[in-house]
């Protein structure tokens, strides 16, 4: 319809200069994501909390976490000495809105200091709706959610608890919750024009065949892209990661629900996985060059 054609090509416009959506703009255009966040607020089985959320984050060495201060002067710092930065980024170590204080008082000094950055986020969703607001007060560019599945019984393989209303919720129910969290928080950002992005974590012989029906619902709510990313294997403890052992897919196993699930939208395939703290081009991290103690001592 005309009205879809005009969505698309907006859609594509807001993309087009960004590193991590658009295979053009990442050769020049370059982005950060500052460590402000390492409380979560759920388990996920293949999360064994010594490394980055899976949100957005390969498994490496733990990033150095920041104050809402020291995040707004790192990115200062790495916005003057990298001219192509373009977006910067909440994506861990555990979960944004998990910890929102540091989170949104990050937004709140960049808004003010560096207003022409793109802000984006990542979560796994539970805390979505109580924060689609504040989201948007903050002109959030776009927010990733992390969606593993739509399906309780399946939830309930990947997710053996979540921390809601002061208590800790296990089971089949803790799924529901989640599932029914993310999905209202997906409707309330595309109902107020922000883009979604949806990552799921492929887990072999658990969610593989489901993510087809998780991209279709996604999809059909308005999320613009449908990311799966491969469960990352251990490279310490060989090929099997995680609190259940759950292998990582092959190339070829991902690449085939990869092309399942691309529709006719496939930028996302040079998706790097970035660290919570990474700096830098698409492809490469400069984050070593931009430590806490390095930052203070340019200043
Ligand atoms: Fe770990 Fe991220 Fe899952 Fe939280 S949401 S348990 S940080 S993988
Ligand atoms: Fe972009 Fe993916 Fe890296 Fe995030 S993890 S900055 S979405 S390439």
Redesign the pocket.
Known sequence: SQQLDELDASVTQRVQD????SEEA?KYFA???VAVAPACNIQCNYCNRKYDCSN???PGVVSEVLTAAQAVKKTLAVAAAIPQMS?L?I?GPGDALANPERTFETFAGLSERAPDLKL?L?TNGLMLPQYVDKIADYHVDHV?ITINCIDPDIGAQIYPWIFWNHRRVTGREASEILISQQQKGLEMLVARGILV?V?SVMIPGINDQHLKEVSRVVRAKGAFLH?VMPLISDPVHGTHFGLTGQRGPTQQELKALQDECAGDMNM?R??????AD?VGM?GEDRGAEFTLEKVEAMQ
């Open positions: 960004h590193p991590c959506y990442h982005r950060m994501h957005e984050s390969r977006v980024g994506a984006c990542s990733t992005k990552n990311n996302m040079h998706c790097q996985q970035c660290r990474a698409l």
